[in-house]
């Protein structure tokens, strides 16, 4: 478990599962403990017994099991109210406080905005708190998630608002796949000095076993391929004449098979 501070709260983030991360935030002001797309209750429950707190909340930010199955465990051991999308009330289990896409709300001391997030499932969505990001499976470090229920257009518009956040915001994201992003980054933009660096400096950071995870807007902007397509002159040199759209479609396409 690694913890991260902001001003007014504290970010846990527990390994699990094979590539997971779940995510315990801390409210500095307050007793109330978020609990962000927990995949197993039991690393929620161990970790928070260690840290001496007591779960109150569970954010979703879409339906699928390795972000949910913990749900259950969590409610019958804590009472946790479960915040999802309502457009996704039938998918999430336990579901007991729903919002639109694009509402806010306050827990404690803590104001969170909700975004719509379509594009890996319908019904995503990802949740900010002052300067963290918590994306679920939208933005990886260095990639995206992949296509399950969405349109690459609607992907499109989603990375397009993520991107529009403070370049400092903090990308806490749901899987740990930097690395092989980022080989798959350096085959259509190896020619990035940034992501250069970016390479060798994750790839030490994954060597001590330690998470590329936070990540910040800004270094995806400038590293990530699934963002690179904001870029006038990237689309220019990748393929000229084509739409940001059709640029980011077809790096998106070549990911899924690469």
Known sequence: MWTYQHSDFLVHQIPALE??????????????????DPALA????????????????????????????GNAQLVAWYGCEVV?????????????????????FDIGSLHIQSLDATG????????????????GDTLFGAGCGRLFEG?????????????????????????EYTLANLSFA?????????LQARIIKDTQTRNMKLPTIPSSIGLEKH?????????????S??????????????IRSKRNVW
């Open 84 to 104: 999802g999308n309502a457009a996704d009330t039938k998918r999430i289990p336990h579901i007991s406080k729903t919002i639109h896409a694009g509402e806010s």
């Open 19 to 36: 590539n997971n991360y779940i995510y315990v935030v801390a409210d500095k002001h307050s007793d109330n403990v978020l609990v962000i």
């Open 120 to 135: 890996h499932t319908i019904g995503h969505i990802v949740y900010v708190i002052d300067d963290a990001l918590f994306c």
């Open 42 to 69: 039991e690393l929620v429950r161990d970790a928070c017994k260690q840290l001496n707190i007591t779960p109150s909340h569970i954010l979703n930010t879409h339906h699928h099991w390795d972000h949910t199955d």
């Open 237 to 250: 040199a990748y393929n000229p004449g084509k739409t940001p759209l059709e640029v980011f479609t077809d």
């Open 223 to 235: 590293t990530n391929p699934m963002l690179r397509a904001l870029d006038d002159d990237f689309c």
């Open 186 to 194: 350096n085959s259509v933009d190896g020619n990035n000095p940034e």
């Open 151 to 175: 349109s690459f257009a609607q992907m499109w518009t989603t990375l397009q608002s993520l991107a529009a956040l403070d370049e400092q915001t903090k990308i806490y994201c749901a899987h």
